[in-house]
Structure formats: C-alpha cells, structure tokens
C-alpha cells in the first residue's frame, strides 16, 4: 500500500527561453541526469497553483498548492513574523519592512535605493532608533529579521486591510498607505492606514539625522533613511492541513515564510540553513526526510536556490544551480525509488525569469510524479517544453492535494459519507456504532 508522499519543491524553478543559452531555458540547457531518470519513469505535466499568466509569490503558490483557496490566505506578514518567532495574537497585524534610501523632492519623498548595503551592526543600530512608537493608539514595533530587513507589529483596532507603502522600485515615490476599496469606510482600516502613515514619516525623521547615515553621507555612502512596507497580515482561523486532507505532514524548509506558512497551517516544521552548496543542501533535506518518513504521509522537502539565482538576472548561475541541486537528489532519491510505499513529486511552486524585468512570472513549471501505479509516459527529459507533452497535462493547485490523494488510494468516493462532514479523504474520522447490550 502507498503510504506517504515526498514533495521536492525546487522553488522558482521553471524560467523564460534565454538568448544567452541559444533561446533554452536554464533547465532545458542544464545537465540533469537525475531529474531525466524520474521523468522517465513516471508521469509528467505542468503545474501552475493558479492559471497560467496569473504572477504568483512563493506563498500564495504553496497556499494553493496545500488546498487552501485565496479567500482563506492571512497574509505573508503573519507568515514572516511566526517564521521569526514573533509573539502574535489573533488582534496583531504584521506588514513586512525593509530601510531604504529615500530622499525629499517637492513634498515626496523618493526612494533613491531599494537595497542599500551597509553592515549588520549599522543595520542593528537604525533598527533600534525606530523599534517603537504609539500613533492614534496602535501600538506600532519593529524587530529586525536580517540586515534592513524586518517585520512591523501593529498592536491595538489594527486592519490588515491596507495598501503597500513600497513602490518597487528605484525613482518611484514612497506611497500613501491607504484602506483598500472594499474596506475604504471602515473605521479601522482607516485609522491603520493614517497610523501607519504617521509611523513612516516619523521613521524617516528618526533615521534622517542618525549618527550612523551622517557619517554615512560624509563617506559618500547612501543613507537608510527610511521605511517601506508591504504584504500586511493579520491571524484567521482556517482548517489545519492534517484535517482538511488526513495526511500528517511536515516541511524541511530554510526562511521565515516556510517556517510561518508551516506552523499555521499544522506541518511539523524542520528548520535548516542553506549554505553556499545547494545540492548538499538538498541531499541533507532529503536524508532528513528518509529518516522521518515512517512517522508522516506528506513530506514537504523545499530548497530556495533556482529562485535566488534567477533572481540575480544570470541565467548561467541558475544553470550550473539546477546542476548542484540534481547531483544532490542523485545521493539520495534511490531510497526513495527502493520503498514502494512512497510517491515522489518534482515541481515548483513558480517560475522566476533570470532575463528581464519581472520578480517572478506566469510560465507554468515542470512537474513529474513517479511511484506504484502511476503511469510511465513517453517524456525523456525533465524541463518545460518536454514536460508539456506529458501524461498529466495541466495541473492547477487545486487539483494538486486531490492528485496525492489519489495516488495514495485515500481519495473518497463521491457519494459516500462515513463523516458528518463530506472530506475528501478516506477513511475519514469516522465513530463505531456503540452496542447497547444489558448485562445479565
């Protein structure tokens, strides 16, 4: 009997055809051995967590790809700061920061550098300066995560239901934080948005005359002189993934957002670093995940390295990545190929373009499932364009949990109702009939 599944989310992974590799993308040009053998011994297709075109961050995707819908997602803010170990209640909102380079011109201000580099203990030092302040009684704290980097707590009548005040990009004015539309008449998301507003401008005052940015300036350095938010986020109640879909399930996984996205959803989280060698990062992931896989049926196994390379525009970094992230999965994924009672999955949960513009963009990407009883089609190479011809065809988040459910023969006839509440999942949490039998 299928027991388990072991998800290798290769984040970012799939790309844009680049000139610079005779129009390939860098997974069609990379060496990938390994990846070919599993597309070659299982089924393949591709998989976006929306629809293609649509732009997704990695924790919207994973939201999606878990079987969770848009209306139920709290935010990456929540995310971070439970990844940080940032105390939350359900009243607490939390919006991602980061220090910028801002500069004054005719009433704006500008940000002049969106990453500003500077040492940690420069960057300790400004985030200090601006830790806490009370503006029309929400309470608003910042703690630092890495370098300017950091998540800001809004504590009293906070909205998560708010504009971004970080543009983007470079030349482009700080904006106004401002409630979305459909919360426009609240009260709260009114005042958290003229709170949160105040706490800009007084960050900008505080970090404008630092010590630290002075001397900065007299060095020719530019100034983090300034705040930028986005991503707001606040807690919800949402069915924990063991419920929703009867499978105990873990993440082996480096980032705050995983971390986060982990615990709120009920994944037994397995914090790691990543190192300058990826695929021994994923090798070790995935010995983690061998030795654990007698206790779990969803096995969760992350590496963030296609996304972080794509994102420095080289596209040959991100080749000569999926090439150490392949030799990686080559140490280990015998073990998993030798138990019979595991399915193996290799997707993304986006593409991220190492040309052009764009964060990340809506190509779909690869995806291969191989184990008991899932079909072996004719694709010979693991990539885009191979991947595209085969046996699974599109597949979208919420097809994903109910595919796993499938292959791991826990899928529930439609129709039958052994629970009051119809899961999807068989058995479900079902209660015997008691006998009521008189003792003589």
Request: overall charge negative; hydrophobic content about 40%.
């Amino acid at each position: 009997m299928v027991s388990r599944c072991l998800l290798i989310l290769l984040d970012g992974l799939g790309d844009r055809s680049c000139p610079v590799l005779a129009n390939r993308t860098p997974l069609q040009a990379a060496r990938t051995p390994n990846l070919d053998r599993l597309a070659r011994l299982g089924a393949n297709g591709l998989f976006h967590a929306a629809r293609p075109g649509i732009v997704l961050p990695s924790e919207n995707a994973h939201f999606h790809m878990f079987g969770y819908k848009a209306q139920e997602f709290p935010g990456r803010g929540l995310f971070e700061a439970l990844g940080a170990g940032i105390p939350a209640t359900h009243d607490d909102v939390f919006v991602l920061a980061h220090m910028v380079t801002l500069k004054q011109q005719k009433g704006h201000l500008k940000v002049m550098f969106e990453h500003p580099k500077a040492p940690e203990e420069e960057c300790t030092a400004l985030a200090r300066a601006i830790q806490s302040l009370t503006w029309n009684n929400i309470d608003f704290r910042f703690t630092q995560t890495h370098g300017p980097d950091g998540i800001v707590r809004l504590k009293g009548r906070g909205s998560p239901r708010i504009t971004d005040s970080d543009p983007m990009a470079e030349g482009q004015p700080l904006l106004e934080v401002r409630p979305v539309i459909s919360d426009e008449q609240d009260e709260n998301a009114v005042e958290t948005a003229e709170a949160l507003n105040g706490y800009l401008r007084w960050c900008y005052e505080r970090l404008e005359g630092h010590p630290i940015n002075i001397k900065r300036a007299q060095q020719g350095a530019p100034p983090l002189n300034g705040l930028v938010t986005q991503r707001a986020g606040a807690w919800r109640l949402v069915e924990p993934f063991t419920q929703r879909w009867g499978l105990k399930a873990m993440t082996i996984a480096s980032g705050l957002i995983y971390w986060g996205l982990g615990e709120f959803l009920g994944f037994d989280v397995h914090k790691v670093s990543d190192t300058q060698d990826p695929g021994s990062d994923l090798a070790e992931r995935l010995r983690m995940a061998h030795a654990r896989q007698g206790d779990y049926q969803f096995m969760h196994v992350h590496t963030k390295a296609p996304d972080a390379a794509a994102h420095t525009k080289d596209p040959y970094l991100k080749l000569k990545t999926l090439e150490s992230l392949d030799e990686g999965i080559g140490r280990v994924i015998d073990r998993f190929l030798d138990d019979k009672e595991t399915i193996i999955i290799v997707t993304s949960d986006h593409s991220t373009p190492s040309i052009g513009p764009l964060i990340h963009s809506g190509e779909p990407v690869p995806m291969t499932v191989v184990g008991p009883g899932v079909w072996q089609d004719q694709v010979q190479y693991f990539d885009e364009i191979h991947c595209a011809g085969g046996a699974l065809g599109q597949i979208t988040g919420g097809d994903f949990m109910p595919m796993v459910l499938n292959y791991l023969d826990r899928a529930k006839l439609r129709g039958i109702m052994d629970t009051p509440i119809d899961q999807p999942y068989w058995p479900g949490c079902r209660r015997p009939l008691v006998l009521d039998i008189e003792n003589d």
